[in-house]
């Protein structure tokens, strides 16, 4: 069984976390939408090759390895967000389960 005290605590997490899980989105959508904006000042660097050589340049260059780093870091924490809100709804959609069966087996007994 799901307590009261449980729920509020909940809503409370809830509330107070709904800045941090936005800005793990907003991270995580500017590294993923910066990538291309870093492959093409890589590729720009290297004007003088072949579009396939500056592709390959850009792909291994340390501040696109660096870049792709950042970006699984931000993932997570962006994922980590969405699955501890998934959690806390689970768990007051539990605790609305338990109350609703509480009225009905409290009004029939």
Do not use: C
Not at 8 to 36: F, G, P
Not at 81 to 102: C, E, G, P, T
């Amino acid at each position: 069984m799901v307590s009261d005290e449980e729920i509020d605590k909940t809503l409370d997490w809830l509330r107070d976390s709904a800045t941090k899980a936005a800005q793990a989105r907003a991270t995580r959508v500017y590294m993923e939408e910066y990538r291309k904006t870093l492959k093409a000042t890589l590729m720009g660097e290297n004007k003088d090759k072949p579009i396939g050589a500056q592709e390959r340049e850009a792909y291994s260059d340390q501040r696109y390895i660096d870049h792709l780093a950042a970006i699984r870091a931000a993932v997570e924490a962006d994922e980590k967000m969405r699955w501890l809100y998934v959690a806390a709804q689970a768990k007051i959609d539990a605790w609305r389960s338990f109350q609703a069966n509480y009225r009905i087996t409290g009004k029939i007994g």
